[in-house]
């Protein structure tokens, strides 16, 4: 069952429905002003960060659900409603929302009127626009109130839903003309404020939400809007917001137009004020009268259609498969872009209070989105080493605002520092700017312990090759990329966190899985180290890598698959001898991407044994068997019911490490039906069980133990969207960025009999043309660059501005 339906020319979704199974969101914003944006106007807005910055309140895990956001009420006589069907829940005649890059447009009709909503943040603006057109559509005229309402945030979210003994003390507003200024805590310490505007004086405003509410009244039923109108209230404490109220008369046939908008803004100390007590609201009047017309709104809106023409243009395929040239041209890139951004701290699953920026997850990202803005791939780049500890080490995660560590989730997740290396490694490929690794990067954020970028990948390297265990393979740490596999904890008291509680390194416990690792991004540490003339120090690194191989071939693999890894006391995980969990996913993906046991078998038999044991309908489970107890000397794992998260569920985020796996192989019919299985739009027709936004990939998605089997969670912030992106244009469309050219190298289904390819690539544009009149999976037999052919199948770089027609002919 499905509750709407792709626009591809318009590259929308179309919600037909207000009752999707859950609010289905969309991301507005992708510089500093960001808002979350479900398809009943419910959401909130913040600046940079989710937890220090939070514009606007949102209630989560609340019921009824979704009921904060950016809602509009519509009084028509007797008659109550909203565009969005939310909060009032009012029937209504027609509804849709369409989501699209960056915009959402939310339209409802009622007893004869329209009311059509359109949002979006306009391009280096720090606000969110509000469009809202009102038709009268019946033969007679109408007298209407329109309201719009929002809840302040008191800046801090994790403060702001805790500290009610203070809060509800210090809240305060200003009220002038058209614009309601929040400016709680700016007497003191904050230069930032917050504002709320119209673009003209409305008949009635509120700043209490006990006013516009009513004391016992919910946003189901302001009271305001069922009786007698706004109050003018002006908010001292409690809870401040933003309400308007604005009387229309309509002609049959006639619309109106009001334009909203809500601004963070910051002023420099020293302009805090116009007058004692009196906010300086200059800067909020310019961005106001910046946006405020429907010709300023339209141009806006146009612009941000531009940009993201430009930005999905450096990737387009043309496969004649309609599900696939959808996900790759529209809609994984653009869950790249929001990734990219959020990292994983702000969804409709992640409260934006307890994740920040992950280190490793922000270095993943960079997969799917270098290629769409290099130059903010290389930012985060530094950021993020910025806060590498100086023995190579990490903070788990950073806040994007202070872009400090913090160590709220820890350190000493032995994975991190390698995926430095492989965030880096994607950048040089993409740009082959090899000066970013002399970039001078401080170590924990302390400039007095800055070095250059390349000195704080040889620490990445150092710091695995100097932590391994009785095996020669790498210590686990707290965890590695599982999180929940957690071998030094021993946790045995509710409320402990599984990833701070315990030794954050015991001398034992290791991990295959980033004994691949080191072995596939070692190697590209070994030929950056070449690159840049250190051949000495690219043998050693070579050798290290080569000792590893041998070390996971051997007492990293189980007879038929990889194991997972050694506990603390030496025994076997994810082997043939354990009671559950005898295999594991990752380590199967990690060690045949790094092409360990590709010539001696074992890595094609590893794939076989996922097949047999891993595979369901809808995607590849994390480990079977499941955990069906708590095991004291592995964590958090077995701590989730089977078949949910990491403890078998389909943990999406690594199926394209097999995707990725099968193509090493050659196995390009299997990497495919991979690929298709977990892929959103081919899931789009199972909405009812699937639950989550059609559109986007899911975190996870229930396993064939769980009660829910097939259905997903935690929609939107996964590491699932860039590898997916990476996997699909990379290894199975087959143009891979090389520091000197791009590389085709595709490994598809043999029945298929060509596609298209347009990639931007440093300064130039290939148009691509792929044949394969043999029916092959994989190999390329000819290559023409304009008309000329070229040996081997690393096309050169033009770096010329121009548009260069390349044909392939498999075979
Ligand atoms: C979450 C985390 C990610 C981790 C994964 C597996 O998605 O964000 O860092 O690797 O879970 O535990
Ligand atoms: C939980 C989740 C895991 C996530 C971790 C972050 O353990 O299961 O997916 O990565 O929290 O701390």
């Known amino acids: 069952m499905q509750f709407g339906h792709f626009d591809d020319a318009r590259r929308e979704y179309v919600i037909t429905t207000p009752r999707t199974p859950l609010p289905w969101i969309n991301y507005l914003g992708s510089e500093r002003f960001f808002t979350l944006l479900s398809n009943t106007a419910g959401g909130y807005s913040f600046y940079l960060d989710a937890r220090l910055r939070r514009l606007t309140r949102y209630r989560y895990n609340n019921a009824p659900l979704d009921s904060e956001g950016f809602h509009i009420y519509v009084k028509d006589g007797e008659s109550v409603w909203n565009p969005g069907w939310q909060p009032v829940q009012a029937d209504l005649d027609s509804y849709v929302c369409r989501h699209g890059l960056g915009y959402t447009v939310i339209e409802g009709a009622k007893g004869g009127v329209r009311a059509e909503q359109t949002l979006f943040v306009p391009l280096g603006g720090d606000c969110l626009l509000m469009r809202l057109r009102v038709t009268n559509e019946s033969g007679a005229e109408k007298r209407l109130s329109v309201f719009p309402y929002i809840e302040f945030c008191l800046w801090d979210a994790m403060d702001d839903s805790s500290n009610f003994q203070r809060n509800f003390s210090t809240g305060e507003v200003e009220i002038e003309g058209a614009a309601i200024y929040h400016k709680t805590e700016y007497r003191e310490r904050r230069d930032h404020y917050a504002v709320f505007w119209a673009d003209r004086v409305p008949d009635g405003f509120d700043t209490a939400r006990e006013k516009f509410l009513g004391t016992y009244g919910s946003p189901a039923r302001p009271a305001a809007v069922f009786g007698a109108g706004c109050t003018g209230s002006v908010a001292h404490g409690w809870q401040p917001i933003a309400a308007q109220q604005f009387d229309l008369t309509l002609a049959p046939g006639a619309s109106e137009t009001i334009i909203f908008g809500l601004g963070y803004v910051e002023n420099p100390r020293e302009e805090k004020w116009e007058a004692p007590g009196v906010v300086n609201k200059t800067r909020a009047r310019e961005m106001a009268a910046r946006c405020a017309s429907p010709a300023q709104f339209d141009a806006a809106l146009e612009a941000l259609a531009a940009y993201w023409d430009g930005l999905l243009g450096r990737y387009q395929v043309s496969s004649g498969e309609e599900k696939l040239d959808r996900m790759v041209n529209i809609w994984n890139q653009y869950q790249c872009m929001v990734t990219f951004n959020m990292s994983r701290s702000a969804s409709y699953f992640e409260s934006g209070m307890g994740r920040g920026m ?62 430095l290396i492989a965030g880096v490694d994607a950048y040089l490929r993409e740009t082959g700017d090899f000066g970013i690794l002399d970039e001078i990067v401080p170590f924990d954020n302390d400039e007095s312990l800055s070095q250059p970028l390349l000195e704080h990948l040889r620490r990445s390297f150092r710091f695995t090759k100097t932590h391994l265990g009785p095996h020669g393979l790498p210590l686990i740490g707290r965890a590695d990329w599982n999180d929940c596999l957690n071998l030094n904890c021993f946790s045995e008291h509710p409320g402990e966190s599984f990833q701070i509680t315990g030794p954050s390194e015991g001398p034992v416990a290791e991990s295959v899985f980033i004994g691949g690792m080191f072995v596939k991004y070692g190697r590209a540490w070994a030929a950056i180290c ?77 794939l076989e044994s996922v097949k047999e044991r891993l595979d369901t309908k809808y995607g590849i489970v994390l480990l079977q068997p499941a955990y069906t107890r708590y095991h004291l000397e592995l964590g958090e794992i077995s701590s989730y019911p089977p078949g949910y998260k990491e403890n078998a569920g389909i943990f999406c985020h690594n199926n394209p490490w097999i995707i990725a796996a099968e193509t090493v192989v050659g196995h390009g019919d299997r990497a495919f039906d991979l690929y298709s299985r977990i892929a959103p739009a081919w899931r789009e027709e199972i909405s009812d069980l699937h639950k989550m936004e059609p559109y986007v990939y899911s975190q996870m998605i229930a396993g064939k133990d769980a009660k829910n089997f097939g259905q997903a969670k935690n929609s939107w912030l996964t590491g699932t969207a860039a590898w ?29 009999d060509g596609y298209k390819i347009s990639r931007s690539f440093r300064n130039a544009v290939y148009d691509i043309r792929i044949e394969n009149p043999g029916h092959v999976c994989r190999g390329v037999k000819r290559v023409t660059a304009d008309g000329r052919e070229i040996s081997g199948n690393v096309l050169p770089v033009f770096s010329d501005g121009r548009t260069h027609e390349v044909v392939v002919t498999l075979g």
């Open 724 to 752: 997916n992106f990476y996997v699909i244009s990379q290894y199975i469309l087959g143009v891979k960025p090389d520091w000197d050219g791009l590389k085709i190298d595709p490994c598809i289904p043999a029945g298929w």
């Open 530 to 606: 070449r690159r840049v003339g250190l051949m000495e120090e690219a043998d050693e690194a070579e050798a290290a890598v080569s000792r590893m191989e041998q070390a996971v071939l051997t007492a990293g693999w189980d007879g038929a698959w990889f194991r997972r890894a050694y506990d603390a006391f030496g025994q076997v995980v994810g082997g043939k001898e354990c009671e559950e969990g005898q295999i594991f996913i990752e380590p199967q993906g990690m060690c045949v991407m790094a092409g360990i046991g590709k010539d001696s078998g074992q890595a094609a038999q590893a």
């Open 358 to 419: 992950g280190f490793r997850d922000s270095c993943q990202d960079l997969l799917g989105f270098v290629h769409m803005i290099p130059e903010r791939a290389r930012a985060r780049i530094l950021d993020i080493a910025a806060t590498q500890f100086p023995d190579g080490s990490a903070y788990h995660q950073y806040q994007p605002l202070t872009k400090k560590g913090n160590l709220d989730v820890g350190s000493g997740f032995n994975d991190d520092p390698l995926w």
